[in-house]
């Protein structure tokens, strides 16, 4: 959901209604559960909606009440919330929804092998950068396609179904030189901020879980540097600090939706004139040009390059599926 355009109370619920119904639903039967009851409980709401409008996404808070204990229960969730709040609210001032999943590089490496080689690779909302090592990673597409790391398989294997008309990548992608920028940069050698990381993964999503573990691991190896910053004062040092003979691309994931419209559009503009390329993964609604995708996307997210559509990505690096699917 747009953490940006919910005030009031009942606003509010219908948020966590919709988050319950078309995000939680059939994935993680805890966070329905927790977000169909927030939606009708007039006591966490009253709390939930004197928050600032950016803190009050349910990914944040009901991890937030993760953190401070609740267990699966609904009963759990609100005691933490009620009993414990000052706490809770604290955790969720000054922590982000910063959910670093490693295998949406599978639904992003089809476009970055298919640009020229080789790569300076950029990533904006970057966490603790998982997703600018895509060639340190291994996949393994439905379809039978393979893909290993020059110095051989990594402890971190990425599967991918592909739908009807999504291609597995050729090659893996040649990364020369990768950064990225955060607000709140993951320092992935801190064994705090990588157990947020942890609690930010969905209740259920043990497979996620253990990802993330192994991920976090390769990357402490040599961690990605990444730039503290807000991304559209970030972006045109960075770039600068690039290369010659590369070619520059800008990714992202589920990052815009923490933007408003006209930061989006300054955004969109500022990408292209400063990348060779610029590619996108994020809800069909953010961008002008994915919203008339929105209803045959349904809960995937829409891969754009250069700004053009080209697949729909399951939030989470499962699936691509082609746009005629």
Known sequence: MDPTTHRGTGDLAEAYRRF???EARGTSPVYERWSEHISTDPDVLGLLTALPAGKRQPNLVLAAARWHGASATVESLRSTLLDRWP?????????????NEAARCA?????LAALPQPLALIEVGAAGGLCLLPDRYSYRYDDGTHLDPDDGPSPVVLPCTLGPGARPPSRMPVIAWRAGIDLSPVDV??????????TLVWPEHTDRRARLALALDLARRDPPAITEGDLLDALPGVVAGA???VTVVVIHSAVLAYLDGDARERFAAQV????DHWVSNEGPRVLPS?????ERAGRDFVVTVDGTPRAFAEPHGRHLRGLGD
């Open 272 to 275: 292209t004139d400063l990348a």
């Open 107 to 111: 639904t992003l490496l089809p476009f």
């Open 20 to 22: 319950a119904r078309l």
């Open 189 to 198: 050698r801190d064994g705090g901020s990588c157990r947020w990381l942890e």
């Open 243 to 245: 290369p010659d003979g």
């Open 87 to 99: 706490a809770v609210r604290e955790t969720i001032l000054e922590r982000s929804t910063q959910t």
């Open 290 to 294: 994915t919203a008339p995708l929105a």
